[in-house]
């Protein structure tokens, strides 16, 4: 698992902070400096804390659990859209909606109802409908695609969310707070990191800091997929040998048990013919 250097971090533009007037005091413990009024944040923790969520995310990829990726952001979205995508992960890159998490059997129904659509088209039944009907039909699909398409494979809740720019997306953090779902988070000077489990300090403004952050993040769980691949791959083979064993072990223990039996009867024998 490679993490970023802090020569990379540095031209990246991740330790550019908020002017700073608008600086939120619980980000003090991650600021370096602050020049010309705007906070310079401390790439060293930054570095530290971008390995310590990567390795964390590893593990979860390599549980099998899903991570929802969380920028609605312009900066970000398309970053986020190809990193989440290149390892099969849900995310949300439009306007989030409210309750998401918190009433996700509601937003289970809306994808469903996207399914029973893409039915409609496939048996026929959308073809037997009015041209109004099909337009009206057609238009909610195009709606329930733009927001909820992302995350159509999320068949139950995300173990984590990673965010980007926590201050925009403080209804998705709250939510996952609500229920307990760890928050990984890319935090700038003006947030509040104290609602996120795993802070990542870096500037979430510049498309190649959030690019960066990902980078590292997405090739961590890469790699816990990976592993679990081969895994489940060695698995059966394990499983063959140790049948094969016990089948081996179990035929020794026949083995000398019928040497045992054949001895005794040889005793008996030979006792009954000195008699």
């Not at 037997?128 to 398409?149: D, F």
């Not at 935090?187 to 690019?211: G, L, M, Y």
Request: aromatic share 6%; charged share 30%; hydrophobic share 40%.
């Amino acid at each position: 698992m490679a993490t970023p250097t802090f020569e990379q971090l540095l031209e990246a533009g991740c330790h550019f902070g908020h002017l700073k007037r608008k600086w939120n005091p619980a980000m003090a413990p991650y600021i370096f400096m602050e020049r010309n009024g705007i906070h310079i944040l401390d790439l060293y923790k930054t570095a530290a804390k971008v390995e310590e969520a990567a390795a964390a995310l590893k593990s979860i990829a390599k549980s099998g659990k899903k991570v929802l990726f969380v920028a609605t952001k312009k900066q970000a979205k398309q970053v986020i859209e190809d990193k989440a995508k290149s390892i099969n992960m849900p995310y949300v890159i439009e306007r989030w909606p409210g309750g998401m998490l918190t009433n996700f059997p509601t937003i289970r129904k809306a994808v469903k109802k996207m399914a029973t659509i893409d039915k409609m088209t496939k048996d026929g039944t959308f073809d037997n409908l009015s041209k109004r009907e099909k337009l009206q039909i057609s238009r909610q699909r195009e709606k329930l695609e733009k927001t909820l398409g992302s995350i159509a494979d999320l068949n139950r809740l995300p173990s984590a969310l990673f965010v980007v720019d926590v201050l925009k997306e403080h209804i998705a953090v709250a939510e996952a707070n609500r229920l307990g779902i760890p928050v990984f988070a890319m935090v700038d000077t003006n947030s509040d990191p104290s609602n996120v489990d795993f802070v990542i300090p870096a500037n979430d403004d510049a498309s190649k800091s959030i690019e960066i952050i990902l980078d590292t993040v997405v090739s961590a769980m890469a790699e816990g997929l990976e592993e679990r691949k081969a895994e489940k791959a060695d698995a059966p083979v394990a499983e063959g040998e140790e049948a094969a064993n016990n089948r081996g072990g179990r035929r020794r223990v026949n083995r000398r048990q019928n040497e045992e039996n054949a001895e005794a009867k040889a005793e008996v024998a030979e006792t009954e013919a000195e008699a």
